[in-house]
């Protein structure tokens, strides 16, 4: 007898964490579709080649590959076997499970380009794959959340993504935390100011380290990397820099004079909080970070991340502006601004806070019990009766002793049982128990369906 | 420049498509939850160990196997290749997609056995993969809605799913089919009284074709596989009745009295109706197919398949009881019965009939429009008033002519378009446009929102 289990890094939701990821994912759909974006969904398998090059050499180790199907090893010969699995690669596999949303979108994009109104809002929220070495809180399968603009290079869209943002972080309690918000074109001009154009990059990743390991190691750190003596004290201003956003701004447009694009990324900020106040909203939660810069790779605007504040794992979400989506398949121009929340984390930090609804919307509310069959048969009467009301209803469906029927409702969590005994029946009504109080009342139907209701 | 395309038999939803997939999910969760049942997810790939073996030898050939990662043909041998695919494929896989939600939920039950409550009511809704060879309206990666309870032998279940199969149809709107109901233990009796007993697999497949091909030439294949001539002249009666539920039961009381499992069938029928009755429903839609066998394998009880009439693809849902789903996972005597929704073939019913409402509840309501960057300012300034009151609206976030910004709301299905300039920032008003009727006229916003909102 075969012992059951389930692939290294996987796991299965249980009807609680079920009723929970769906309170969080209605909240953001409900958000996404308030602001125009519809929801798409993409295959879990694409072409090896739609996939491959996209993510990196590591990327690309971390893709699950399908075999293909029937006789599989058919065109592999015995001297390949010498040169390998990636010279075998492509004998044996021609698809592989998704990576991220990010690809199949655009990949989505091309191929309806002609069916598709631009401005297209999508959004998408499916599991994808990835062979990483599994560890707490990182899956070999987990759920993507992300909404993307193409057709539109208008900072209308990234001042609606703050505003989406804050929106399902009201809805779901989340009061203590920051959108960290930046742009690609100010972090490019930082390099060309400093006199180190084009190294944005390992500027960021030791910048990244200045709460930790403090100024002098980060000096360090720049000085391995090239930077010279005169870059790093060029610099040294901008990492002294406390200031509130209106300072900071006014700084950067000192600071980057010399620099176009620097410029060019200031003044597209300040746009972006002019919508926001054209709007009529605050910039609550906002917080201009000019050293932000998740990966940077093909952000080529505007760059979000929103940390939960207190929390063990605080990144939740984050994404950017990018210029060339679709450009790999063929289809050049097309600016878009995307972000994702990650479904999971979001998951964690509601539990960890204690942010979760008691009860779930979806789950039983009262359990109709019996003695005998006179009861069960009574019962059986009411059921229908109590559902066609709305109420989600269960009748416990074999003639156990009550104890057990009542048991059955504690552990499900059901907050209300209806007893159906000789009296019940005599008197038309049923005795309605309130699990959590203990109160009891007997009572007719309609009024049983009126104390049971939802308060929603 | 690679042209993208996607692997054969995998499709695209695009956002017309989800919503009409939303709303179908949407009724049938709805009425799952109304019933008691929960949702649960399992992972997409699950250990071969698990798969194999559980769908026969077609179905194993089906599997989609998943790549070991990393060195995966490290220990396949020059020998292994002579000897051909399947000898290779546990050196090279350990990983499968699921093949359908059955198998996984009895894994799930088993190693979750000692935390669930039981009698467990479930419902599934996710996607499966096989490798078939695509054809028009069969797909690779489909969906699959699954509701099953496990612990139970109680006949309250089947009830339920007649009820819940009803409330679904209605909720759709779906008002010609029928819910065909047989038992397998009637089956085995049949097999057992016509004197042939054990073989109501063969005696199924042979009736089945009693539409198409006649009973002279069903006599023919049963002869051909062995039935005997005194068998086919007991079946004969069986075949030739015509008669209505109760007639059809008085019947087989008679033609079953050798039986005593034929008989326990007809009483397990009997008790389903009288449940049913005692709940105050009728049994319309209800009918007692005699020869219903749906593949028998492993139903043990009751047997259900849906079918809508007068459309290209009728069987939409079936289902049954099977005392053993957990056996070969190591926990045996678990009795359950369960049912599945085909998703697409749903799709397509209500597609062929015209049955999805004419504007998805999850699209865009309003968009504002503009001449210039002060109507542009002045519209910012309404958009997030407009939304605060629950209204899915958008701006059109570049400055074009409104003609294109009309021909956006046109493309995209939505029905109202508020229009910002000089005259309405002046009186603080829009001009708000019914595009369905043609209708313009100008009001306040709150007027706006009155007339654009949901009359849901």
Known sequence: MQKPSLPKGTRD?????????????????????????????????????????????????LLFKILNSGDFIKDVKAEDLEKGASAILNKVSEKGLRYDLTVPFARYVVMNRNELTFPFKRYQIQPVWRADRPQKGRYREFYQCDADVVGTDSLVCEAEIILMIRRVFEKLSLKDYSIKLNNRKILTGIAEAIGEAGKEGPLCVAIDKLDKIGWEKVKEELAQRGFGDTSISNLAP??????????????????????????????????????????????????????????????????????????????????????????????????????????????????????????????????????????????????????NAGIKTEIYPNAVKIQKQFDFANKKGIPFVGVCGDDEIKTSTISLKNMASGEQAKMDVSAAIQSVGYSM
Not at 17 to 34: G, N, S, V, W
Not at 288 to 306: K, P
Not at 309 to 325: A, C, F, P, Q, T
């Open 238 to 387: 901008l990492v002294a820099l406390e200031s509130d956003l209106v300072g900071k701004l006014e700084f950067l447009k000192g600071f980057l004079k010399s620099s176009e694009i620097g410029l060019k990324g200031v003044e597209e900020l300040e746009q972006v909080f002019a919508i926001l106040r054209q709007m009529g909203v605050d910039l609550d939660h906002v917080d201009f970070d000019i050293m932000l810069a998740r990966g940077l790779s093909y952000y080529t605007g505007a760059i979000f991340e929103v940390k939960v504040h207190n929390v063990s794992i605080g990144s939740v979400s984050g994404g950017g502006r990018y210029d060339n989506l679709t450009g790999v398949f063929g289809l050049p121009g097309v600016s878009g601004v995307g972000f994702s929340f990650g479904v999971d984390r979001l998951y964690d930090v509601l539990d960890e806070l204690g942010l979760f609804p008691a009860e779930s919307h979806s789950s039983t509310r009262l359990l109709l019990t019996y003695f005998d069959q006179e009861g069960f048969t009574y019962a059986l009467g009411l059921l229908n009766q109590i559902r």
């Open 13 to 61: 939701f249980g009807p609680v964490q079920m009723a929970r990821r769906t309170f969080i994912l209605d909240t953001i759909k409900e958000t996404f579709q308030l602001f125009g974006y519809q929801q798409i969904e993409t295959p879990a398998m694409e072409n090896l080649s739609t996939l491959t090059g996209k993510y990196g050499d590591e990327g690309d180790q």
